[in-house]
């Protein structure tokens, strides 16, 4: 008796849980109503693949060649390529703030007989921002304090000229023609940038070699070049590379006129305003004010840039 009434309990249990899993299950038809009234929608395929990059055939720098047949040239390309094509985010960034500010470097690179290249080597050096590295090296073109001043940038606690776009890629342009007339490429002047040209020519001396592809060099130069041509490489070919975003995405140039100013200004946010614009809109298109006033104890005469009137709306 004690089997079979276990037997009928297990029984009426499976029963009991046949009728509960029924009940609980849905047709097709009421499972999509559900799906449709808590707003689900069909499950997305998982598309992302990180896929091997084919080597793109005639790779330069200002129009002189990087070696890619040589093995270790080749692995160095390779992992530029790599690590800038899946640091997505900092790539976005980099699209979007190009759009801004190459039409404002590339005629002062032509106006000077650089190779428009160069643009991509202000990247590099700063992601086109106004960042300032642990040694110092400040603005786009990460200009030192020295070297800003010997080309005859003012710079102090009042004024800080490596912060002005137009006049520091002046003085890069200077430093890259010298260069290139001392080293005789401009792939070397590029390197010179990052190393200086006593760097460069001392170890192309000690090394016993006339290129910048024969030299063995820290980390930092070893991969400067390879960065620039795959940058280069990478923002001439955003959909091959994966990057998709229209035109309005990116960040757009603002159109300014100059205001000359020959004397000192007191009070920054009350020059400003006469112009319809706030002290933080003034001071995002003339960083190198670096106070909220300006001493110009010389009568220097001082270009400040002010954006057309309604491209920044008032605060309400």
Known sequence: MKIIKNSLAAVGMVCVSGLFIFAM???????????????KEKPLVNDYNVYALDMPENLNFAGEAVPINNPDIYERMDRELLVNTYWQSNGLLMFKRANKYFPIIEPILEKNGIPEDFKYLALIESGLT????????TGVWQI???TGRENGLEVNSNVDERYNLELATEVACEYLKNAKENLGSWTLAAAAYNAGNAGVSRRLKEQDVTGYYDLLLGEETGRYIFRIVALKEILSNPVKYGFNFNQNHLYQPVPTYKVEVDTAVTDFSQFAKRFGINYKILKIHNPWLREPHLNNSSRKLYKIEIPEEGFYSATP
Request: avoid cysteine; glycine fraction near 8%.
């Open 130 to 137: 106004n960042a300032v590295s642990p040694a110092g090296a």
């Open 144 to 146: 030192m304090k020295a």
């Open 25 to 39: 299950q849905k047709t097709p038809v009421e499972k999509a109503e559900q799906d449709n009234t808590l707003g």
